[in-house]
């Protein structure tokens, strides 16, 4: 507290002194009159008191006047207003305040003698600025090398709970990723949550019952890490669970197979004896249905004044992923389980690519079923369930028969077909369409009894037989191949002549059991 702040104090505390008039300010005059001496007194001072009575005698205005024109009051080093100072004694502005005071009564004189004298022992004992100086720079490197430790600390705390946090979160996607599925590629993963089938409809179909990808493993014999590997979806890989080829199509063009590996292959067999080949089918489906074919299929045909045959073009690839797991889904199976069985039984078409000096196999369509798979015929007869039915319902309006062997669909019926048959193909067109199918319009053919009637490579005009000129041209090959050798008949370079003419004689002994017996007999004959 500064002096002036403690004489205001004190001032403040005492006793209100009677208000005095203000006294008129008299203008300066030019020349300063001599100073009137102070009267004597006679009043003994104690000894060695600085402030003795004499020296606080009223302050007369002449005397501000020569201190302020002497330079006296404005000169002074002291600064004024500092908390921390006390004015010293010897200062003249502090002794022109000291008469003001002690002659106002603010002060006594004794009082006075303690300030000061507190000032001058408080003066010898202060620290210096440099001293200050040097404490305060201590302060402050303690103080930064505190603060730096503690947010050393700190961060240590933080990194540490961070490695904790990622040890434990590293050890939970490990336990996971050893016990469940929960990720199989972008855009087919989005059900792998749901994680609970239907007991009573699988049981009731007589499937397995399998609520999440676990389960799928073990009743496919495989390891958590094996299933994903093998059910994986991704875009562009170096190394995919298929052998494509292409083989020459009867009409012409070529046709894309795609072989699965051996891994994936005998776990598409597991699936199809668990699953696919329990699935219910229509009466309309005969192919690849135990205890049907492509005798079963024609037989309904027979006979039949006007046959019409259709054919549905990429049958297997526009069956896609969705569609397959929609299949597994309509049977009470989990949208985890339904969707690792689809995509076990689905693939992408891919195109060779090279990048970077790497072979890469690049998706070129969505995923669908391959044609070479052991499931896809099943599963091609569940999502044409629909389309069965439908054809049924067109079928018995008109009073016709309809049969489908995969993608070869058949009508046949009387005379009155024959006007119909405009109003038939568009409908079928239609329907095909809105069930997820397209029509190969090339490949749709009217047969009238006055030409030969073929139904998936059967005659049907009178009974189930074979094209008389197919027939002649086997039997041709085998009269040859006595004298020339059997190889000599491979005109079209087939890579393996002898197990396709098994397969020709085959086929024949399935329609026309006695003439296939005699074929057969004339190729035993050959090899022995």
Not at 359 to 383: D, F, H
């Amino acid at each position: 507290m500064s002096l002036f702040d403690w004489m205001f104090r004190r001032r403040r505390t005492s006793e209100p002194e009677p208000v005095q008039p203000p006294v008129p300010v008299e203008p300066p005059v030019p020349a300063v009159p001599p100073v009137t001496a102070a009267p004597e007194t006679t009043k003994t001072e104690p000894a060695g008191d600085p402030y003795a009575s004499a020296e606080f005698l009223p302050v007369s205005r002449q005397e501000i006047v020569d201190a302020a024109r002497g330079g006296n009051l404005l000169s002074t080093a002291f600064q004024f207003g500092r908390s921390s100072t006390i004015p010293p004694a010897s200062d003249p502005r502090t002794q022109l305040i000291d008469r003001a005071m002690v002659t106002h009564g603010l002060l006594s004189p004794e009082e006075l003698n303690e300030i000061h004298r507190v000032g001058d022992e408080y003066d010898t004992v202060k620290p210096t600025d440099q001293s200050m100086a040097a404490a305060a720079g201590l302060a402050g490197a303690a103080a930064v090398r505190a603060f730096r430790e503690a947010k050393e600390r700190e961060k240590a705390r933080k990194k540490a709970e961070s490695a904790a946090r990622q040890k434990a979160r590293a050890e939970a996607v490990k336990r996971r990723r050893a016990t469940e599925i929960i990720f199989l590629g972008r855009g087919v993963s989005g059900r792998l949550h749901l994680k609970l089938s239907d007991e009573l409809r699988l049981v009731a179909n007589g499937l397995p019952v399998l609520h999440s990808p676990t389960d799928v493993a073990h009743a496919l014999g495989l390891t958590i890490k094996q299933l994903r590997w093998l059910a994986f979806h991704t875009e562009v890989a170096t190394k995919t669970h298929y052998v494509t080829f292409q083989v020459p199509k009867k009409s012409g063009g070529m046709r894309t197979l795609a072989a699965p590996h051996k891994a994936l292959k005998a776990a598409q067999h597991r699936l199809l004896e668990t699953v696919v080949a329990r699935l219910p089918v229509t009466e309309a489906a005969h192919g690849f249905v135990a205890g049907r074919g492509i005798v079963t299929n024609a037989g309904p045909h027979v006979g039949k004044e006007v046959v019409v045959n259709l054919d549905l073009s990429d049958f297997f690839p526009s069956i896609t992923f969705p569609r397959v797991r929609a299949v597994f889904e309509r049977y009470g199976y989990s949208g985890s389980v339904a969707t690792v069985l689809a995509l076990l039984c689905t693939e992408c078409p891919r195109q060779a690519v090279t990048y970077a000096g790497t072979k890469y196999e690049s998706a070129t369509g969505p995923r669908g079923l391959p044609q070479g798979a052991p499931t896809s015929p099943g599963l091609s007869n569940q999502v044409a369930r629909k389309l069965d039915k439908r054809l049924l319902g067109v079928a018995a309006k008109l009073g016709l028969t309809y049969t489908r062997y995969a993608d070869d669909l058949t009508f046949s019926g009387g005379p009155e077909l024959a006007s119909k048959i405009g109003w038939l193909l568009a409908k079928v067109r239609h329907v095909a369409q809105e069930e997820g199918f397209a029509v190969n319009e090339k490949k749709t053919r009217v047969m009238r009894r006055s030409m030969a009637q073929t139904v998936t490579g059967v005659v049907v005009n009178d009974k189930p037989s074979i094209d008389r000129d197919e027939l002649r041209r086997l039997r041709a090959i085998l009269h040859r191949a006595k004298t020339e050798g059997l190889d000599a008949q491979n005109h079209e370079g087939r890579p393996n002549f002898r197990a396709w003419l098994a397969g020709k004689i085959a086929f024949v002994h399935m329609v026309r059991p006695d003439a296939g017996a005699k074929l057969k007999a004339a190729l035993d004959a050959l090899d022995s």
